[in-house]
């Protein structure tokens, strides 16, 4: 069975420090999904990495996909008010012919002023 | 604009009956999927369906059914069989695997 654990589960940082958040999957998997979803909304697409080795930059947010770690970060430079939000990782099974998503719980992420 | 749209928004289910989460999609995607999310979790799939006339049950389809006649439509019934339905409910859709999901905005479903 698939399991996706991301650590910390809550991370409270004071803006412009960084930070990353690490998530981990058990068993094979060469696609890595990450979202984001602010409180009561729905969940915004932020990266996809589909090989290992990939990394992908938007802003302050740069995300890595190592397969033989079996092993994504997300990191945050210079965190701002506007990046607190909840972060899931979200792993797809190998050979599937759709995208059949397994979540993490989720990193609550809060950035103070 | 291309979207998901779910509705309602908010809906109350009293013990016994069955309700009816509504997902439209006007990207043509064929790919559907439900999703629950239970507060400080991450998400769960209930249902997806990769073609018309044509669904898969995910990790928690007890208690829930699905329909696929229409390309854009994926309609939910949460049945009298679930017990705990009380959850936010997410739709999504995508063009082909490999690509990144897109999501509806949610119904958040109470039990009275």
């Known amino acids: 069975e698939l399991k996706v654990e991301q650590n910390p589960l809550f991370l409270s940082m004071q803006e412009g420090k960084n930070y990353t958040i690490y998530c981990n999957y058990s068993?094979?998997?060469?696609?890595l999904y990450w979202y984001r979803q602010d409180p009561g909304k729905s969940l915004e697409s932020l990266f996809v990495?589909?090989?290992?080795?990939a990394v992908k930059q938007e802003g302050r947010l740069m995300a890595s996909l190592d397969t033989k770690a079996r092993l994504s970060t997300l990191h945050i430079t210079a965190a701002v008010h506007d990046l607190s939000a909840t972060y899931f990782c979200?792993?797809?099974?190998?050979?599937?012919?759709?995208?059949?998503?397994?979540f993490g719980t989720g990193t609550l992420l809060a950035v103070q002023p | 604009d291309g979207g998901i749209t779910q509705s309602p928004k908010y809906l109350f289910r009293k013990e016994g009956q069955n309700v009816t989460l509504s997902c439209e999609q006007n990207?043509?995607?064929?790919?559907m999927y439900w999703y629950r999310q239970d507060p400080g979790q991450g998400l769960r799939l209930i249902y997806y369906?990769?073609?018309?006339?044509?669904?898969q049950k995910g990790d928690i389809a007890e208690g829930y059914s699905v329909s696929r006649e229409k390309k854009e439509s994926f309609p939910l019934t949460v049945t009298s069989a679930q017990k705990n339905p009380t959850a936010f409910y997410l739709c999504?859709?995508?063009?082909?695997?490999?690509?990144?999901?897109?999501f509806g905005s949610g119904t958040q479903l109470s039990v009275l």
């Open positions: 999504a859709s995508t063009e082909v695997a490999n690509e990144k999901l897109f």
């Open positions: 068993t094979t998997s060469d696609r």
């Open positions: 990495l589909l090989s290992n080795g």
């Open positions: 979200a792993v797809d099974l190998i050979g599937g012919a759709t995208n059949k998503l397994i």
């Open positions: 990207l043509n995607h064929d790919a």
């Open positions: 369906s990769q073609i018309v006339n044509d669904f």
